[in-house]
């Protein structure tokens, strides 16, 4: 047992440990945890879509032509906005449907669509890109 070789470790040079404080960890964790929660509705809303408007161009409703791309984007930017809400995300069609819909029948919960609207739209909350 005499010929047994001896690992160099003097000579090896482990990377220094950085610990981040416990505020950019969570900030960390929480810009990951918005990134997926985007991430999830772009996928949903990549699969549902085209089912959407496949059924209704089945249906003899095609808003795909030209005089329709605007209604059709409308339609996908609701869905969008109703699906980033409930990841209490913000979207410009949220503040949109809040001035659009007039509550006629709290109660009941009936909508009316108003014939005027003066607003500015808030931004979408920007995705931030995550390293590593």
């Known amino acids: 047992?005499?010929?047994?070789?001896?690992?160099p470790t003097d000579r090896i040079k482990y990377p220094e440990r950085v610990?981040?404080?416990?505020?950019?960890?969570i900030k960390t964790n929480d810009d990951h945890i918005r990134q997926l929660q985007h991430m999830h509705v772009s996928e949903t809303i990549e699969n549902v879509v085209p089912i959407i408007f496949?059924?209704?161009a089945s249906?003899?409703?095609d808003l795909s032509t030209i005089n329709n791309?605007?209604?059709?984007?409308?339609?996908?930017?609701a869905l969008r906005s109703a699906l980033l809400q409930l990841y209490n995300i913000n979207h410009p069609f949220q503040k949109l449907s809040e001035e659009i819909f007039e509550n006629i029948d709290p109660d009941e919960n009936i909508l009316k669509i108003v014939t005027k609207i003066n607003i500015e739209l808030e931004p979408e909350e920007e995705i931030l890109e995550i390293e590593g």
Do not use: C, P, S, W
């Open 54 to 56: 496949r059924y209704l």
């Open 1 to 7: 047992m005499g010929n047994v070789l001896q690992f």
């Open 69 to 77: 791309v605007k209604e059709g984007a409308f339609i996908v930017e």
């Open 59 to 61: 249906a003899g409703f």
């Open 19 to 25: 610990f981040k404080d416990e505020t950019t960890i």
